[in-house]
C-alpha cells in the first residue's frame, strides 16, 4: 500500500514491520518479538502514521478490563468485527478522514480497503491490512508536471504511490529532490519522457532508482550537478534510450562516455557545458559502434575541445544539428574540413567562436538552413567568400562586424535566395545596407537592434512584403520615417519591436 509518512526515520525496519502485520496481524505479538512495550508508541515513531483520537474516557476504562481478561489481539478484534459482535458498539471505533467502508468488491479497478483496526489494549487506531491498497488516483496518471515545486522532497514523491501507467514525467527545478524518491516510479513501466532539468541535488542514486525501467527514450538531466560517471553507467542499462541532455553536468568525464557504447538508438546527445570533456571524449564517442549512423543531434557547447577533436566528428555522418557555441580553440580551416564530410547537416552554432569564418566554406555547407555565427568576430570579407547558399533559412551576425558591404553581397548576388530570418543586431549596417534588404523577397523577420538606421533607411524597409517582425532601436528613427513605413501599402509587418530604452523619437499621429 500507499502510505503518508510523516518522519524521516522511516526506513527499511518499516517495510520488515509492515511485512510483521500482513502475517500475524497482531500487535502483541510484532511487539514483543521486536522488544517494544505495548504502548504502540514505537511503532507510529516508525511509521510516521498519524493515529486518530482514542474513544471516550468510559470506553477506554471498559477496554482496559477486556483487556485483563483476555489476550488483547488485533486479528480476534478484526474477528469479532466481520462476525457482527453485539458486544461491540459502534462508538468504540472512531471514525477518521481516510476511514472507508467495509467491502472486498471492486470499485473502477480498485480494491475497496478494510477499515483501520482499533487496539483495544492500547488504545490505538492502526492503519487497514497493509495487502489493500488505498483508491489513488496516481494509478491512472498518464503525465507527471511538478516543474518548479521546490519544496518537493523525496518523501512527498514517494506518496504518490503507484504509478503504473505513467508514460511522462517532468520535475524540472525540484530542487529539493535528491534520489530516493524516484523509487516511486519503480513500476512505471510504460513512462518514456522524464525531465529532471535543473534538480540540482539529484545524485547518482536517482538514476540509479531508473536504470531498470527500458521503456525510457528521452532523458533530460540538465544543470544536474552532482552527477558522476557512475550515473551514466547506470543510464547504459537504458536500451532505448534516443534522447540524452547532460548539459552542466560538471562531474562527467572523458571515461564516462564509454558507457553510452550500448545506446545504440541514441539521436540527441547533449553535453553542452561539460567542462571536463575533451578532445579524447568526442574521440570515444565518434568511435562507437552504430554512432555514425544513429546521431543526429550533438550539443558540445563550451566543452574544452579543439581541431583534433573536431576532425573526429567527420564520422559522424548523419549529424542534422552541431553546437559549438563558445569553442573557442577551433580554427575555420578545421571545422570547414569537417563540414565536408557531413553532408547532412543542417543547423550549425558556431557563436562566441572567433575568426570562425576566416577561411572560404563555400561548397561546405550546402545543405545549411541556419546558421548561428553571433559575437564570433565575421566580417565583410567573411562573408564574401560564399557565393551560393541556396537552403540557408536563418543568419544570425548579431554583434559581428559586418557592414554594409556584406548585405550588398549577399542580397545582390543572389547569395541566399531562400532567407527568411536575419539578425544585424548591433552590426555596422547603415541606411546603405538597408536600400539592399528588399532583394531578400522571402524575408519574415528581421531585427536591426542598434543599427545605424535613420528615417531613410527606414523608408527602404516599407517595400519588403513578406516582412512579419521587426526590431528596431535607432535614436535617429522618428515621427516621418515610421509614418511612412506604416502607411506603406506593401508593409504587412505584423510585428514592430522598439528597443526597452524607447529612444526613437514619435509624435502621435493617426493611421488610415
Not at 517495510?15 to 510484532?30: H, I
Not at 458498539?89 to 471492486?106: D, G
Not at 563540414?339 to 572560404?360: N, T
Not at 560564399?386 to 554583434?399: A, G, K, V
Request: aromatic share 6%; net charge negative; glycine share 6%.
Amino acid at each position: 500500500p500507499s502510505l503518508t509518512m510523516g518522519s524521516d526515520s522511516y526506513g527499511e525496519c518499516a517495510s520488515t514491520n509492515m511485512e510483521v502485520f500482513a502475517d500475524s496481524m497482531d500487535v502483541d505479538t510484532y511487539q514483543q518479538e521486536a522488544g517494544l512495550s505495548t504502548c504502540g508508541s514505537q511503532y507510529e515513531s516508525a511509521t510516521g502514521f498519524a493515529f486518530a483520537h482514542p474513544p471516550p474516557q468510559d470506553q477506554q476504562n471498559n477496554a482496559k478490563g477486556s483487556c485483563d481478561a483476555s489476550s488483547c489481539s488485533t486479528s480476534s478484534f478484526v474477528s469479532a468485527i466481520q462476525d457482527g459482535d453485539a458486544n461491540m458498539e459502534p462508538q468504540q471505533f472512531p471514525a477518521t478522514p481516510t476511514k472507508m467502508p467495509a467491502s472486498s468488491e471492486p470499485t473502477n479497478g480498485f480494491l475497496t480497503p478494510q477499515p483501520e483496526y482499533y487496539d483495544t489494549c492500547n488504545h490505538k487506531l492502526y492503519p487497514p491490512h497493509p495487502h489493500t491498497p488505498w483508491p489513488n488516483i496516481t494509478t491512472q496518471l498518464k503525465v507527471l508536471d511538478l516543474r518548479g515545486s521546490q519544496r518537493l522532497t523525496d518523501r512527498g514523491l514517494l506518496q504518490l504511490g503507484d504509478l503504473n501507467a505513467l508514460e511522462v514525467a517532468k520535475l524540472d527545478n525540484c530542487h529539493s529532490i535528491q534520489g530516493r524518491g524516484l523509487l516511486v516510479l519503480s513500476n512505471s513501466s510504460h513512462l518514456h519522457t522524464l525531465s529532471l532539468a535543473n534538480c540540482r541535488r539529484i545524485t547518482d542514486e536517482a538514476i540509479v532508482n531508473i536504470s531498470h525501467l527500458f521503456s525510457i527514450t528521452a532523458l533530460t538531466l540538465d544543470g544536474c550537478r552532482c552527477l558522476t560517471d557512475r550515473s551514466l553507467a547506470a543510464i547504459s542499462d537504458l536500451c532505448q534510450l534516443q534522447k540524452l541532455d547532460l548539459s552542466q553536468c560538471d562531474l562527467i568525464t572523458n571515461s564516462g562516455l564509454n558507457f553510452l557504447r550500448d545506446l545504440q538508438y541514441l539521436e540527441e546527445l547533449s553535453l553542452g557545458w561539460c567542462r571536463n570533456v575533451s578532445d579524447d571524449g568526442i574521440k570515444i564517442l565518434a568511435s562507437q559502434p552504430m554512432r555514425c549512423e544513429s546521431l543526429k543531434i550533438l550539443r558540445i557547447a563550451r566543452c574544452q575541445i579543439s581541431d583534433e577533436g573536431i576532425e573526429s566528428l567527420g564520422k559522424l555522418t548523419n549529424l542534422r544539428e552541431l553546437n559549438l557555441n563558445g569553442c573557442s580553440n577551433v580554427s575555420s580551416a578545421a571545422l570547414g574540413n569537417t563540414l565536408q564530410r557531413l553532408p547532412k547537416l543542417e543547423v550549425l552554432d558556431a557563436s562566441y567562436c572567433p575568426g570562425i569564418l576566416r577561411s572560404s566554406w563555400q561548397g561546405k555547407i550546402q545543405n545549411l538552413r541556419v546558421l548561428e555565427l553571433c559575437y564570433s568576430g565575421v566580417r565583410d570579407s567573411h562573408l564574401s567568400y560564399l557565393t551560393n547558399l541556396p537552403m540557408l533559412e536563418e543568419l544570425n551576425l548579431d554583434s559581428c562586424p559586418a557592414g554594409d558591404f556584406a548585405i550588398s553581397h549577399l542580397a545582390e548576388n543572389n547569395v541566399t535566395p531562400n532567407l527568411m530570418s536575419l539578425d544585424l543586431a548591433d552590426t555596422d549596417v547603415t541606411d546603405v545596407g538597408a536600400a539592399h534588404l528588399p532583394k531578400f523577397t522571402k524575408m519574415t523577420r528581421l531585427s536591426l537592434f542598434y543599427c545605424n538606421i535613420s528615417n531613410a533607411g527606414l523608408r527602404h524597409l516599407a517595400s519588403m512584403p513578406s516582412l512579419e517582425a521587426l526590431n528596431l532601436d535607432s535614436r535617429d528613427i522618428g515621427d516621418d520615417g515610421l509614418s511612412f513605413f506604416l502607411r506603406s501599402q506593401e508593409s504587412q509587418v505584423l510585428g514592430l519591436i522598439f528597443g526597452a530604452d524607447h529612444r526613437c523619437r514619435l509624435r502621435p499621429f493617426v493611421q488610415n
